[in-house]
């Protein structure tokens, strides 16, 4: 995959140089790339690689697109897709394939519906939000950083190199950070850029993905009753369930909430597969609510204030 960054380095400076910008601080970075790609020597190296690089082609997208969203939104929608059909989970339980960044494209919700932040970013831009043009670029980083962490084979419970990444690019190391990975499903609690606390988690199923970003933490419910948004003759109904904990994270509904229904959490349990408590509800994905064992969410619940960050990616 690095060659394949350097192609896409290579590519995007060409497109710069010709609309008569200077290019000169990119061609150094672009050589400076070539070296280092030659001279890696361990795993730890590629990963730091492939984040610097991921980072600085993300800084590149609004001089590529000269500022145009539409440009940059397409660009980043034929990225993500590229990138997506190349790692597809070949899910043994229905033998179907899916997209493990299915967050950053646009889902089709059975509902008229679509999910996902390609989706959402297109709506932005229908309504000329002056934030769109950041949102883009903020997208550009996190599917740079969620590809780098793809080849990270660090264990969840232990520190990932993008995760000080992140944090720093959103000046958040001297802040309580919860981060939520959903290639690997889990979650790296975070104190002034110290790891505190992991778990596993689930997040939501393809056609429901959870949103990525990043969010500031909000209401805390007890004992609330979640309703489906979706007709009952809908593939995504689900009967009216209560959960002793949740925290909201996006006014949308979008929720971190206990699910005592499941049993089991981790690495592609947002694909339709047995869940070894048996209920059938537990067999895929949420609906894009982040689901926590209900034990781990009681004790984890009340250190989440106001002043918690999220960054999903």
Request: net charge negative; with cysteine.
């Amino acid at each position: 995959m690095g060659q394949e960054k350097i192609h896409a380095f290579e590519s995007a400076l060409g497109h710069i140089q010709r609309t008569g910008k200077d290019v000169a601080h990119y061609q150094a970075q672009l050589q400076h790339y070539r070296t280092q790609l030659a001279a890696l020597l361990t795993r730890r190296d590629y990963i730091a690689f492939l984040i610097q690089i991921g980072s600085d082609l993300a800084s590149m997208q609004q001089d590529l697109a000269d500022n145009q969203p539409q440009p940059m939104l397409n660009q980043f929608k034929t990225e993500a897709q590229d990138w997506g059909k190349a790692h597809l989970y070949h899910d043994p339980f229905d033998k179907k394939d899916y997209y493990l960044n299915s967050s950053y494209l646009s889902m089709d919700g059975h509902n008229g519906y679509f999910y996902g932040e390609s989706a959402y970013l297109n709506d932005e831009i229908r309504a000329n939000s002056p934030q769109v043009m950041q949102d883009i670029k903020d997208d550009y980083f996190l599917h740079a950083m969620l590809e780098a962490n793809y080849e990270d084979t660090t264990s969840y419970n232990q520190p990932h190199q993008v995760d000080q990444s992140l944090l720093a690019y959103y000046g958040l190391q001297n802040a309580d950070v919860l981060v939520v990975s959903l290639t690997e499903q889990s979650m790296r609690i975070y104190h002034n850029g110290t790891l505190k606390q992991s778990l596993l988690l689930t997040t939501g199923r393809v056609y429901r993905p959870t949103p990525v970003g990043h969010f500031h933490m909000s209401t805390h419910y007890e004992n609330l009753t979640l309703t489906s948004y979706d007709a009952p003759s809908s593939p995504d109904y689900y009967t009216p369930v209560v959960v002793r904990d949740a925290v909201q994270f996006w006014d949308n509904g979008y929720l971190i909430h206990s699910s005592q229904w499941r049993k089991d959490y981790g690495p592609m349990t947002q694909f339709p597969h047995n869940d070894s408590g048996g209920d059938p509800e537990a067999s895929v994905g949420s609906h894009g609510c982040i689901n926590v064992a209900p034990s781990i969410l009681r004790t984890l619940a009340p250190t989440i204030t106001t002043q918690t960050h999220l960054i999903i990616f």
